[in-house]
């Protein structure tokens, strides 16, 4: 596995993905792939919302929605709502997911 990879899982209807999110960053954009200081390896995104009212969270979504030029309901929060770090879940075809990913971030493909 690599280190992109690990930022990201398959399941089965798609991938969840571990985000740690910069609210007010300046611009909405991802990016690349950062190790904690536990080892995890997460996806770095930045949006320009604050994180008042669940408006960074929707911004997150859109996100990833428009980078993977998805339908914004096949992009949802599943953990870490008022938290830094996040999880995603993304449905489609994994792998297909995990190659765009990949590519947006700059990441080994697994």
């Known amino acids: 596995m690599t280190d992109g990879s690990a930022a990201w899982s398959e399941a089965p209807d798609g991938l ?7 609210p007010r960053g300046g ?3 991802l990016d690349g792939i950062e190790r904690l200081a536990d080892g995890r390896a997460v996806l770095k995104a930045r949006v ?6 669940g408006e960074a969270n929707a911004a997150l979504l859109s996100l990833f929605a428009k980078t993977l030029r998805l339908p ?3 992009v ?4 870490g709502d008022t938290a830094r770090i996040k999880r995603i879940k993304i449905l489609g075809e994994a792998r297909a997911l995990a190659a765009a ?3 947006v971030t700059g990441a080994d493909a697994a």
């Open 101 to 103: 990913l990949a590519r």
């Open 48 to 53: 320009r919302a604050a994180p008042t009212d």
């Open 27 to 29: 611009r909405d954009a």
């Open 76 to 79: 949802t929060l599943v953990a």
């Open 72 to 74: 914004s309901r096949a």
């Open 16 to 22: 969840v993905v571990t985000v740690r999110l910069t």
